[in-house]
């Protein structure tokens, strides 16, 4: 998996530094600020966070998601500090609910308050997961028989689970959303999407 | 017209679902192709050129508090001049001291020269679904209409326009929110999905260029036509962001980084989309 997002990785940030490259006149960070703050001003006041990247996200933001080593490491150290465990130590949990949040796009829009459903993680917008679901994104790596080609080692199970936890421990800047980090799923909900990636009955892993 | 387009969804959809395992991505994307074809086949079925035509009435209707219609209006090239002003917006209008897009400029229209309430006006813009575009969003789609044909030419030369197209760049890359999504997560690669939709690689002038000037669009999915300030604020909502407000700097500068990219391109709009 880390092979597979570096190289999709890579491909994207040459593109993009191509880009960055191009690019001219400097904006006033402090421009673009008061840019966006005055863009939406129906926002409720207890999202006025989602307006502002925190300092990972500046750092993705201002080089393009092509962070030199140092600060790449430096956020992977960071973001990996950040990570929550199970209080049990049990990375595993229900396939079924995983493949249910894996299909359910529902969450945190400004339309979804008050919430009328669990928030779902989405996972098939972006990754191929089972060959069953057609209707699936690309802007993320293949997860067909995720946890087969890891021999199910407890070492890729943990390793899951942090990197949907926070994909930023494992690949700074990477696409993905931290879905641990920012609150958009319980802990529960990501021990279910590693079922689904990491159990050998999970129809990721059976070729279903 | 709207059975045609049923047939046309419900094609896109058994392909989809009968598509067996292994040469599945290419016979999505045949599936997909198909459906394009198939709306592309016959272009007066487009329901969005009946908004045009609304639009067209609205913008020659006296109205608004002042009983005026927008034909002293000058969107760039004279006033009441439309054909062609599409293909030249953004632009900064040095009456009004700012850069503006089409709708921007519209709606400062509305506002100067009929006497209408800014904050009335950009409440609620845009159209839920299945509901028609509002009032402002069909006389936009009427006036780009009127360049549909034509290649983008917007200048963006002067400093105050090179500067909303850099603000825009900025912006597009910007990552935050709860899913930390910037433009850019979904539109800086080529030939990438979400689910079966395909996404522009909007900051590659050569993709920009097939893209851009498709908007205003009707949008069988949603079932009316969409706006690029509708498109944009739709955007943002995905991206779990608050309401984008409508002639909003950011908007503004994101439509000027956009059109710069998509220079040369042809404008086909109102353009019939999924």
Known sequence: MKKLLALSGAALLSVVAAAYAQQKAAVDPAKVDATVNAAFPAAPSDWAPRLTPDETMRQCSQTRNKPDKKTADAIEKREKAAIEYPADGNFIGDWKKGEALAQNGYGLRFSDYPPRRTTGGNCYACHQLTKKEVSYGTLGPSLLEYGKLRDYKPAAVKAAYEKIYNS????????????????????????DAVALLMSPDSPVNKGQ | MKNFLQTAFAALCAVAAVTAAPAQDADTEKGIERYRQMLKEDPWSNPGLLDADRGEALWKTTRGPKNVSLETCDLGKGAGKVDGVFAE????????????????????????????????????????????????????????????????????????????????????????????F?????????????????????????????????????????????????????????????????????????????????EGGEISAPALKR
Not at chain 2, 187 to 212: D, N
Request: proline share 6%; charged share 20%; hydrophobic share 40%.
């Open chain 2, 182 to 262: 910037s433009c850019a997560t979904c539109h800086a690669a080529e030939g990438l999905r979400i689910r079966l939709q395909g996404l522009p690689y909007l900051e590659s002038p050569s993709e920009a260029k097939k893209v851009i000037g498709e908007w205003p669009a009707y949008r069988v999915s949603s079932t009316h036509v969409m706006t690029m300030q509708h498109r944009l604020y739709d955007c943002y909502w995905q991206m779990r962001m608050p309401e984008l407000q409508f002639g909003s700097d950011a908007s503004v500068a994101l439509i000027a980084y956009l059109t710069k990219n998509a």
């Open chain 1, 168 to 191: 930023h421990a494992a690949l700074a800047c990477s696409n993905m959303p931290r879905f641990g980090a920012n609150k958009i799923l319980t802990i529960d909900q990501i021990k």
């Open chain 2, 89 to 180: 917006l953004p632009r900064f209008f040095a009456g009004a001291n700012q850069v503006m897009d089409l709708e921007t400029r519209i709606l400062w229209c509305m506002e100067k020269i009929q006497g209408f309430n800014r904050a009335d006006l950009i409440k609620r813009p845009h159209p839920g679904g299945g509901q028609p575009v509002k009032e402002l969003g069909a006389m936009a789609t009427y006036v780009a209409s009127k360049s549909s044909g034509m290649k983008y030419a917007a200048r963006l030369d002067k400093p105050q326009e090179k500067a909303m197209v850099a603000l825009g760049d900025e912006l597009f890359h910007r990552r935050s929110g709860p899913f930390d």
